[in-house]
């Protein structure tokens, strides 16, 4: 797999860029708007893009579809598969929690449902492994680890309380 550099765009979202197998360099640039760009340079000014193909979230699906899914996505579901009764979701902070502004120790999630909360993603920053004390709000994202009923508890919890 090619190395892929990661630059961040104040103002504008993330580059991640790669040189191929043949030498050309690409980029996709995702825009905090979720716009996509996938950009190809001239070989003899890596700071000059040849050609700009600008794609709305329907058309990055699609073309990750196309190209055979994400390599984090393959390898998620080869792990699920290779460690029987595990499940890895992504649950949303939903509007309305009683959960928000509150912190992670408050959902006792994995007392009540064994499921464990090992990230949270907030807008572009992800936090990993954040402890009890961190504290929730609307929007973020939780990636929850356990047994896929522990995980659909979860969800529940974060919606009702």
Do not use: C
């Not at 001239?42 to 190209?67: A, F, M, N, Q």
Request: proline share 6%; net charge negative.
């Amino acid at each position: 797999m090619a190395n892929v550099n990661e630059i961040r765009l104040p103002g504008v979202g993330v580059r991640y860029e790669f040189v191929t197998s043949s030498g050309a360099r690409v980029a996709v640039i995702h825009h905090r708007s979720g716009l996509r760009e996938l950009v190809t340079y001239e070989e003899d000014d890596p700071d000059t893009s040849r050609e700009i193909l600008r794609l709305d979230p329907e058309d990055g699906r699609t073309l990750v579809e196309l190209l055979g899914g994400s390599h984090v996505a393959q390898e998620l579901a080869k792990l699920r598969q290779s460690v029987e009764g595990l499940a890895i979701d992504w649950l949303p902070v939903p509007a309305g929690t009683p959960y928000a502004g509150r912190s992670i120790g408050d959902t006792q999630a994995r007392t009540r449902t064994g499921a464990s909360i090992v990230a949270v993603l907030r807008g572009e920053e992800a936090v990993p492994a954040p402890g009890p004390e961190f504290e929730l709000r609307e929007d973020d994202t939780l990636v929850v680890v356990g047994t896929t009923r522990g995980v659909e508890e979860l969800a529940v919890i974060l919606r009702s309380g």
